[in-house]
């Protein structure tokens, strides 16, 4: 079975410590521990066949140890579980870019579920659910105390089956349901546009395809602008993306660096620690970038922001990520099942975790909430009256034709702009920087 990385590394490496003082009280000292594993394991077997045995029902073997194995992983850390084979089956397809469900990545903490973000154009995304939403029922039932393999399995259904979850939203009074259609999630991992002279890459997800994604997306762009001498810069835009892949995550980061260190991993053992350096080569050719981020950017995200921003190769906008900055290493089991454990924390380049804390915007800029269509209507500005609208008024004398062109044309990209603003603010002033950033650099 294949390995994947969440957000680390591949690899089973192993440390010996070898001493030549203090042999005997090591020996004893090792002697002991195993002795208490040995009686901590009668102990599971003694609990497992009074239940197996005692049990007011019947119980199924195969589900009672998959759950001690379940909640002796869960145990550790939110990121940290057992998945069965089925699980292990869709964790597998989600990172070729294609599977069935709602299209939410989601954590546990302090009993509930919680939205590290929806996924562009799924289900959830389109019912309205939002990083941040803690999920405490599904179809009625409580989901409090259940383990978040649990949960999600009870999210699962057939495709075009209606799911009701009960949410409750920072800034809402009262918990409130979505209903969402299940359906199949095929991701798109970059979708890229062109915003007057900029380029916008929007990653939704680190799976197989992104780094083939953004950079087509990218050439695309650049000859829809006529090459790169039209382009002032490039937004990546990495908001609601929870992660995914590390080795995509790094190929991101090294498309737009030249040299230096990506990331570093650090796991228990000083042997554990590795460091992925850049290669030579940027896609953007030296163009200004500015990397949007935001609550629900998680992880691989997380980790490209922070590269980028070390290096000061792009500038951060937006507000603080979500703060997962440990690595997860998916084991293959027996019959074909799979542990999902944290083996290593991950740092930036210049040394910072971000566990529990995120990166840091250069510049916070929130997004402001939506205005009812009602209001939106109402604060709809009147068309004002110019001078070239009055009757018999003087034309113009001191610009050509081309040139007075050149302007109405110049206003037009102004007026979209500021309709991009209205739908929303924070990609509109990532475009306005690179455009400042260019006039500086033009002159």
């Keep these: 079975m294949k390995k994947y990385l969440m957000a680390g590394v591949i690899g089973v490496l192993a440390g010996t410590l070898v001493s030549t003082q203090f042999v005997g009280p090591l020996i004893a000292q090792e002697a002991d521990k195993t002795s208490n594993v040995y009686e901590q394991l009668d102990l599971f077997g003694d609990v497992f066949e009074r239940i197996r045995a005692q049990y007011v029902e019947e119980v199924d073997a195969e589900k ?6 379940d ?4 145990s550790l850390d939110p990121h940290s579980s057992y998945l069965s084979p089925d699980d292990a089956a869709d964790m597998r397809v989600q990172t070729s870019g294609s599977f069935g469900g709602l299209g939410i990545e989601v954590t546990q903490e302090e009993g509930f579920v919680k ?4 996924i562009d154009g799924t289900p959830a995304d389109i019912a309205g659910v939002q990083a941040g939403d803690f999920i405490t029922q599904v179809d009625g039932e409580s989901v409090l105390g259940m383990t978040l393999n649990d949960t999600v399995a009870l999210m699962r259904g057939p495709v075009g089956a209606e799911i009701v979850i009960t949410v409750v939203r920072e800034g809402t009074d009262e918990p409130f349901d979505i209903s969402i259609i299940r359906d199949v999630i095929k991701l798109t991992a970059v979708r890229s546009r062109v915003e007057g002279n900029s380029v916008v890459l929007r990653v939704t997800t680190f799976n197989e395809q992104t780094y083939p994604n953004l950079k087509d997306g990218l050439e695309d762009s650049i000859k829809e602008l006529g090459g790169m001498d039209n382009v002032n810069g490039i937004v990546v835009d990495l908001r609601n993306n929870p992660g995914g892949l590390l080795d995509q995550a790094i190929m991101v980061s090294d498309a737009f660096l030249e040299t230096g260190e990506i990331v570093s991993t650090r796991g228990r053992d000083l042997e554990q620690s590795e460091r992925v350096n850049a290669h030579a080569g940027d896609l953007a050719e030296g163009k200004p970038i500015v990397v949007l981020i935001n609550g629900g950017s998680a992880s691989a995200s997380e980790i490209v922001a922070g590269a980028l921003q070390d290096h000061r190769r792009a500038i951060v906008v937006g507000t603080k990520s979500f703060g997962k900055g440990s690595v997860q290493t998916v084991m293959p089991l027996r019959s074909d099942g799979a542990m999902r454990l944290t083996t290593a924390r ?3 380049p210049s040394g910072r975790s971000i566990q529990a804390l995120g990166v840091s915007p250069d510049i916070v800029v929130e997004q402001p909430p939506r205005k009812p269509e009602a209001d939106e209507a109402d604060d709809t500005p009147r068309q004002q009256r110019t001078e070239a609208d009055l009757r018999g008024s003087l034309n113009n004398d001191s610009l050509t034709e081309d040139e007075i062109l050149q302007i109405e044309a110049e206003r037009e990209k102004a007026d979209l702009a500021a309709k991009l603003r209205d739908e929303d603010f924070q990609l509109a ?15």
């Design 429 to 443: 002033y990532a475009i306005d920087l690179l455009h400042g950033l260019s006039a500086i650099g033009d002159q």
């Design 71 to 74: 909640g002796m992983l869960s």
């Design 115 to 118: 939205v590290v973000a929806p």
């Design 64 to 69: 009672l140890v998959e759950s001690a194995i």
């Design 346 to 348: 991950y740092y930036t």
